[in-house]
């Protein structure tokens, strides 16, 4: 069975901050992990997809790792700005590579 | 990139109708979806995986009877939510998988539907 945990649950930052989301996942026999952000009232938008013959992936200022053999994966986020604040979630298969077991989520708030 | 559209983004019903929740891809197809569950402040649950030409499967806990799936293209998934309660009232959103570029993994999401039943 595949659970999937992050922490911090919430985090407040300053802008111009470098900062880190960790995802704990319990099955490590994945074929990748998923990051998403998602607004409030909205759906998903997918941030990242690292498969697992991967260690990282990178698009602009997010860089996101996978260790399947510790279950973990980590979000970067350089430099962060007001515009990065959403919930950040990670999601990792279960059963095969299909279907999502999402995490509970990272609430980031980045003022100016 | 991939787009998925949810259609309506937002329904208000009455208690014991039924409603009927759309998902498309809209440039490419998608022989399997997924629908999805939010209820405030918590993560996205998966309900069921929807198979285009055969019958959907339901995780765990999940009434088929009551929210009917069909699949009928490679584009299109209705969620039909049938005799809506209170405790239906929820966040719906789909997902696609785009087999055809090289992230054959990457699921995309639609928007999601909020439904109220009052």
């Known amino acids: 069975k595949q659970e999937v945990t992050q922490i911090p649950a919430a985090l407040s930052v300053p802008e111009g901050e470098n900062l880190v989301l960790n995802c704990s996942f319990t099955?490590?026999?994945?074929?990748?992990l998923q990051w998403f952000r998602q607004d409030p009232g909205k759906g998903l938008t997918s941030l990242l997809l690292i498969q697992s013959s991967q260690r990282e992936q990178t698009s602009g200022r997010l860089n996101a790792s996978l260790d399947k053999s510790s279950g973990r994966s980590t979000l970067y986020i350089a430099a962060s700005q007001p515009g990065d604040s959403a919930t950040y979630l990670c999601a990792a298969p279960k059963g095969g590579f299909q279907k999502l077991v999402f995490g509970t989520g990272t609430r980031l708030l980045v003022s100016p | 990139g991939a787009v998925v559209s949810q259609h309506p983004s937002r329904v208000i019903c009455k208690s014991g109708t039924s409603v009927k929740i759309e998902c498309r891809s809209l440039?490419?197809?998608?022989?399997?979806m997924f629908w999805y569950r939010q209820f405030p402040k918590q993560s996205l649950m998966l309900m069921a995986t929807s198979n285009e030409g055969s019958k959907a499967t339901y995780e765990q806990g999940v009434e088929k009877d009551k929210f009917l799936i069909n699949h009928a293209s490679l584009t299109l998934s209705t969620l039909t939510v049938t005799s809506a309660h209170p405790e239906d009232s929820s966040f719906y959103i789909c997902?696609?998988?785009?087999?055809?570029?090289?992230?054959?993994?990457?699921?995309?999401f639609g928007p999601g539907t909020r439904l109220t039943v009052t």
């Open positions: 440039d490419f197809q998608a022989t399997t």
């Open positions: 997902s696609a998988r785009d087999l055809s570029g090289g992230q054959s993994d990457e699921q995309y």
């Open positions: 099955d490590s026999a994945i074929y990748n």
